[in-house]
DNA sequence: CAGAATAGGTTTCTAATGGTGACTTGATGC
DNA sequence: GCATCAAGTCACCATTAGAAACCTATTCTG
């Protein structure tokens, strides 16, 4: 073994951890960004920022999210050092999740991805409704051509 | 019909886009982060911000993405007016994809994302390390306390 | 003239992932 | 003696992602 890794262009690790380039498929910050850019993760920590939280009250404020994906959210976040779980032995155990300072630069950079979903949806639903017209148009000369 | 969504609290759609909301589920800001939350996106957003590009041209840049993630990719962006399309009749036929105003707006929110995959995968590569040593212990214990 | 290459895809198949709902554990109130 | 709470796990099914082959039309290469 001398260090050197598939797929970084003949580098070792450090070297392109040294110069990380998302672009690269081998780079470990393309699995830094498969791991961020989603959705249950930017709205966990969106609420972890604001403070401490218990399992079932994430589960209660993010509707529609199930107990299985906000435990296998919580669990790969804590892996990846961004929230820390602490537990407590009352009756019935209490678990809190917490946001750590490395999870909080993140979350400081996801705030604007979920303020722009909140401000610029309406324009994205329009353009959708347009596209989905015009497709309706294409359709029918398709059924038109096929007919012929 | 009385233009009432269900799991929209009562309220009209209109009226939820008024008050957006990404952790109430039937909110389509929540469509909205889920589709904007998402490894491809970043990356092809953060392409077409330097200048229109054809698809060949991106499938090269972003390593590892196949060719029907980038045309499924390009497809749901253009329906949602992030990215136009355009063909040009040569032969063979020449397919130009480039950012909209709205989709400029997204992209600017999206590099802090890449800075932050590509500043900090040292410190969760780190954490993930010490977290699987943690886990390799744990799972240790337990054959023991089997074994007992 | 056969075969390859090029551009921009679609189709097909399999592997991985996501979501649903039932089940667990141990004490505590009814 | 039964239901409840918290914080999960487990088994199962539906959806999705990814790999690889194929498609169409034209031009280039041997």
């Known amino acids: 073994m001398d260090g050197t ?5 003949g580098k070792t690790l450090s070297e392109a951890v ?10 470990p910050t393309r699995q830094a960004l498969d791991r961020i850019a989603d959705k249950w993760t930017v709205l966990v920590l969106g609420l972890l920022e604001g403070g401490p939280m218990r399992f079932n009250q994430l589960r209660r404020e ?11 959210t919580l669990k790969s976040l804590e892996r990846d050092g961004l929230v820390s779980r602490r537990a407590f032995a009352t009756v019935p155990v209490t678990v ?5 300072p490395l999870g909080a630069t993140l979350a400081q950079t996801l705030v604007p991805l979920r303020v722009w979903a ?3 949806i309406t ?9 989905d017209r015009a497709g309706d148009d294409r359709m029918a000369d398709e059924r038109t051509a096929d007919a012929a």
């Open 96 to 100: 809190e999740y917490s946001i750590t």
């Open 5 to 9: 890794l598939l797929g970084l262009g």
């Open 123 to 131: 324009r994205m639903l329009e353009a959708r409704a347009a596209y």
């Open 118 to 120: 909140e401000t610029h």
């Open 18 to 27: 040294q110069d990380p380039n998302a672009y690269v498929s081998a780079c």
């Open 62 to 72: 993010i509707e529609g999210i199930s107990q299985k994906m906000l435990s296998q």
